[in-house]
């Protein structure tokens, strides 16, 4: 089993930073690739970034392109998001997710097939 624990969600005025963290309890190949998945109330879960544990080119949603990046720690077993220039339209609870393949369909993220999810951090974001 995997767990994955968010930390760093909070309330931030638009144009606004926020650093999310997610410590996973083990880094193999349960969890070559982790991401981030967002839902805000009333809509639809949304991928947001990407990567593979083992090093690659990060995948992100066209919404957050130039705006978010996601990195990792090895040595933490912990991945990253770093927020900037947030807009109001990025208030959602945060997922961190992880699974053994990468999830990208070719036109979107299959979020139904993730093996691992943490609780959740909420992030607000004040006009």
């Known amino acids: 089993q995997v767990q994955l624990v968010e930390s760093g969600g909070g309330s931030v005025q638009a144009g606004g930073s926020l650093r999310l963290s997610c410590q996973a309890s083990?880094?193999?190949?349960?969890?070559?690739?982790m991401g981030w998945v967002r839902q805000a109330p009333g809509k639809e879960r949304e991928g947001v970034a990407f990567t593979w544990t083992g090093g690659g080119v990060p995948e992100y949603a066209d919404s957050v392109k130039g705006r978010f990046t996601i990195s990792q720690d090895r040595a933490k077993n912990t991945v990253y998001l770093q927020m900037d220039s947030l807009k109001f339209e990025d208030t959602a609870m945060y997922y961190c997710?992880?699974?053994?393949?990468?999830?990208?369909?070719?036109?979107?993220?299959?979020?139904?097939?993730?093996?691992?999810w943490g609780r959740g951090t909420q992030v607000t974001v004040s006009s």
């Open positions: 083990r880094y193999d190949n349960k969890i070559q690739y």
């Open positions: 997710v992880a699974d053994p393949w990468r999830l990208w369909t070719g036109y979107g993220w299959d979020l139904d097939s993730v093996a691992y």
